[in-house]
């Protein structure tokens, strides 16, 4: 039975902790590594961490300044002892056989993933569901691209936490700090390391809305995700995908209009808004010369008037709401 290691990133979740760990606790698969890095709570969280620490001595505990969430991440990563990876948020709870099934149907693959199901703080009311897979499948490097650009399934692809990883595909990578959608970031380089990446339909992660987790903040992190769509374009690249290429260079200019928005034009915002926009348009030069199209050239044009392109995506998003 290979080491399973479950990192934890913690912070100021002393409501919701508890659950979480338990949830861990009560795995069916027993060859763990737990792992809670504390990110300098100011709640009663790290007292419940350490309040677990004498009922299992597969649970270790480090504690750090706050330093984000990424760092939490890097610091379970640096002390990680598994075969594998799994990663957890401290505000939900996975289902008592997720590791079980994960590790009985990742075969020879380097990456599984899993569905998620999103839930309330009190398991009360409705909540709208971000697609699933439905069955299990096995996907290579190019069809998990189409799936998160073109099948509705990109929080599925991208987030960090429904999924059981080979611990070499962090070999090198690290979360970045200071970054919200961190997630965004790191994505793109494990799936190049990937071979094979299997899919499953079993809902395995319960993952729980509260209205002050980082997800539900006023700033939702546009300049983040043009970042690091731009980051990935060399990789996406090698796909010999016009396609795939075309949707990733179509996505970040109205990521980049949003989030000089979203931070008023002023200051560093503005600053970040001219400094992503250069290097996009760098980049769109160069394809244009190879692989020319009008809807890329209209979105270079329109980036120059970032108020009106922005009022364009407001007009077309009322119309369709």
Avoid at 12 to 40: A, F, H, P
Avoid at 128 to 134: C, E, R, V
Avoid at 138 to 149: C, P
Wanted: net charge positive; aromatic share 14%.
């Amino acid at each position: 039975m290979e080491l399973v290691t479950v990192i934890i990133p913690v912070y100021n979740v002393e409501n919701y902790l508890s659950k979480c760990i338990k949830s861990i606790l009560r795995q069916s698969y027993k060859n763990l590594e737990i792992i809670l890095v504390d990110d300098g709570s100011n709640d009663t969280s790290f007292s419940i961490c350490n309040s677990f620490i004498v009922k299992d001595k597969r649970i270790k505990l480090y504690h750090t300044n706050n330093l984000g969430l990424s760092h939490a991440r890097n610091v379970g990563l640096n002390h990680a002892n598994g075969k594998y990876i799994v990663f957890i948020d401290s505000d939900d709870y996975i289902h008592k056989d997720m590791i079980s099934i994960m590790m009985h149907k990742i075969g020879n693959a380097d990456m599984l993933i899993c569905n998620y199901e999103k839930v309330t703080d009190n398991n009360d009311g409705l909540i709208l569901q971000d697609s699933k897979m439905l069955k299990d499948d096995t996907w290579s490097l190019k069809q998990f691209w189409q799936y998160y650009y073109f099948d509705d399934l990109r929080a599925f692809c991208c987030v960090a936490w429904n999924k059981l990883y080979k611990k070499d595909l962090f070999d090198n990578v690290r979360y970045p700090l200071n970054r919200i959608h961190e997630d965004e970031y790191v994505i793109g380089k494990i799936v190049n390391k990937c071979k094979k990446i299997k899919v499953i339909g079993n809902t395995l992660y319960y993952y729980v809305q509260r209205p002050n987790s980082i997800m539900h903040q006023s700033y939702h992190g546009n300049f983040e995700i043009a970042e690091a769509l731009l980051g990935r374009y060399n990789n996406l690249r090698k796909l010999n995908s016009v396609k795939i290429l075309n949707e990733n260079l179509n996505e970040i200019p109205g990521f980049l209009v949003t989030g000089l928005d979203e931070t008023h034009g002023q200051g560093k915002g503005k600053e970040r808004y001219f400094f992503l926009r250069k290097k996009y348009n760098f980049i769109l030069k160069q394809y244009l010369k190879k692989q020319f199209s009008i809807k890329l050239y209209l979105k270079y044009l329109l980036l120059l008037t970032p108020r009106f392109y922005y009022f364009i995506i407001k007009l077309h998003k009322n119309n369709f709401n």
